[in-house]
């Protein structure tokens, strides 16, 4: 009997009860029932934005929490982030034919030399929990490749990661450049990974410093809505 009391019915929840379901079976990493939950809501008549902030973007925000608080690990948060990524797939073109508003926007990638990716993953995936666009560049990016998919993508966070004392230089570089090409006033720029500290985030002239991928979200978040706030400002 036990297991049949435990067999959850998504369909049989109502709205509240099936999003309180969504922010457990998120936090536990259940993929399947994600999208299982968010195609019931669509059918509901829910819209694909409203899916996205309430039950998505609501449940990852306890999972960020909690990574930060120490209650969970990489391997769970993984785990709901990936669950969260198969929720977005279903969504992500919906919200793009009725165009809902975003969070805001980041290009993310590894710098030149360093092929450590599993921090910057998890910062993607977080991002885009929380509603952001992510474009990710990967590993081992020259300055070259951030500036061009700063001029193709336009977005509003460049964060880049290093987990090398030796390539950590490397985002002195980028940020150098971007001085040069009159460019740098015009994104936020988040640095993360493990050698690094608040005082070398300071030292290369980036806007933030984020030890963990829960504190990069909601860094991200203030500067973004600063940023917009001093757009409405000035027109």
């Known amino acids: 009997m036990s297991e049949e009391e435990d067999d959850i019915i998504l369909s049989e929840l109502d709205d509240d009860e099936l999003?309180?379901?969504?922010?457990?079976?998120?936090?536990?990493?259940?993929?399947?029932e994600i999208e299982e939950s968010v195609n019931i809501l669509l059918e509901r008549g829910w819209a694909p934005y409203r899916i996205l902030t309430e039950a998505l973007v609501g449940g990852m925000t306890i999972v960020g929490q909690d990574f930060r608080d120490g209650i969970l690990f990489v391997p769970e948060v993984l785990?709901?982030?990936?669950?969260?990524?198969?929720?977005?797939?279903?969504?992500?073109?919906l919200l793009v034919e009725t165009g809902a508003p975003r969070m805001g926007s980041m290009v993310i990638g590894t710098v030149k030399g360093d092929i450590h990716d599993i921090g910057?993953?998890?910062?993607?995936?977080?991002?885009?929990?929380?509603?952001?666009?992510?474009?990710?560049?990967?590993?081992?990016?020259p300055v070259e490749g951030y500036l061009e998919a700063l001029q193709e993508h336009k977005p509003d966070i460049l964060g880049m990661s290093a987990l090398l004392t030796t390539t950590m230089p490397y985002m002195k570089v980028v940020i150098?450049?971007?001085?040069?090409?009159?460019?740098?006033?015009?994104?936020?720029?988040?640095?993360?990974g493990a050698p690094l500290n608040e005082e070398f985030g300071k030292a290369i002239g980036a806007d933030a410093y984020c030890r963990d991928a829960a504190v990069a979200v909601e860094t991200a978040k203030s500067f973004v809505a600063r940023k917009h706030n001093q757009g409405v400002a000035t027109v």
Do not use: W
Request: glycine share 14%.
């Open 19 to 32: 999003v309180q379901q969504m922010f457990d079976d998120l936090y536990d990493g259940l993929k399947d």
């Open 79 to 93: 785990l709901a982030a990936n669950a969260m990524k198969g929720g977005m797939s279903i969504l992500k073109p």
């Open 120 to 141: 910057k993953n998890l910062v993607g995936m977080m991002m885009e929990g929380a509603g952001f666009e992510v474009v990710d560049l990967g590993i081992n990016n």
């Open 176 to 192: 150098d450049t971007m001085i040069e090409q009159g460019l740098r006033d015009d994104y936020i720029v988040l640095v993360g």
